[in-house]
């Protein structure tokens, strides 16, 4: 992985070393993998060297303060997935930048570019919140955020997701026990889990005959996903996972991961339109 900063953006870019392991046995990008494209970018920008004193998080007292993931988005072109399958030992460049500074949290947002092609073939945006480590509830950031940053509290953040208020009849449902491996610094549930979680339980959806659209759409890719963090869960939280088609659009599939009947995670994933390609789904 490397890394390069510019001050006067502030932005970051990161480029990632993709392999074959990344990919699934329809030579599709996991749902795990494509979360961590997204994960990474953050981390480096909360803990890299070259982000001190240029990103919101650089320079906290780890004891007292840490940053929650709120809200996560990504749009992906077709020809992202394409040019990934096509050749999978490549190298994937995913920038970063500063677009919104409120009072207890900001937001970051980001392209991803291919070799061969400058345009974007996909874009990402990501909220983070600064929390006390003894209250677990949002904090104030840093005053010289506030004062370096000033002009880009006035700017309107990128569009995130609502939190999902209701269910239909028909709703799949699947279970899950949060395990040591799933655990990250912060002592509970890493965000990236709630995609695996996800996924899993679309594999035991298909498996079930649940979806009226999902199946019979041939070498299937995402097209939108948003994720927003609700509550934290910790190792041994029994989980239940909702998960059930958009009414009015079928390859829209909505998620809700509850912890004793409370809502904590709330996903949606949109799928691309039906290919040519005779092809079914089998795992994702």
């Known amino acids: 992985m490397d890394v390069s900063v510019d001050p006067q953006g502030p932005s970051m870019k990161i480029i990632l070393e993709l392999q074959p392991e990344h990919f699934n046995k329809e030579e599709n990008l996991t749902h795990s993998q494509f979360a961590r494209l997204l994960w990474i970018p953050r981390i480096s920008a909360l803990y890299h060297t070259k982000a001190n004193n240029i990103f919101p998080s650089s320079h906290l007292d780890q004891k007292t303060v840490s940053v ?8 992906f072109s077709k020809q992202f997935w394409e040019t990934l399958k096509s050749e999978k030992n490549q190298s994937i460049c995913v920038t970063l930048t500063i677009a919104h500074i409120g009072k207890t949290s900001y937001m970051f947002q980001g392209d991803i570019v291919v070799p061969g092609n400058s345009t974007a073939v996909a874009q990402h945006y990501v909220q983070m919140v600064h929390v006390s480590t003894e209250t677990r509830r949002p904090i104030p950031l840093p005053q010289w955020v506030t004062e370096k940053y000033r002009h880009l509290s006035n700017s309107l953040p990128p569009e995130n997701m609502q939190p999902l208020t209701s269910w239909p009849s028909r709703v799949h449902k699947y279970c899950v026990t949060v395990p040591q491996r799933d655990i990250d610094v912060n002592q509970h549930t890493n965000q990236a889990s709630y995609v695996k979680y996800v996924e899993q339980a679309i594999s035991d ?5 649940f979806y009226t659209v999902l199946g019979q759409i041939t070498d299937p890719f995402i097209e939108k996903v948003g994720m927003l963090y609700r509550r934290e869960t910790l190792l041994g939280d029994h989980l239940e996972v909702l998960n059930w088609e958009d009414s009015a659009e079928p390859r829209k599939l909505f998620f809700q991961i509850l ?9 949606f994933i949109q799928y691309s339109e039906d290919s040519s390609k005779e092809r079914t789904l089998a795992k994702l």
Do not use: E, H
């Not at 912890?259 to 996903?267: G, I, L």
């Open 68 to 75: 929650f993931v709120r809200y996560q988005g990504a749009t």
């Open 259 to 267: 912890k004793n009947s409370n809502p904590v995670f709330d996903c």
């Open 205 to 209: 959806g298909l498996r079930s005959g």
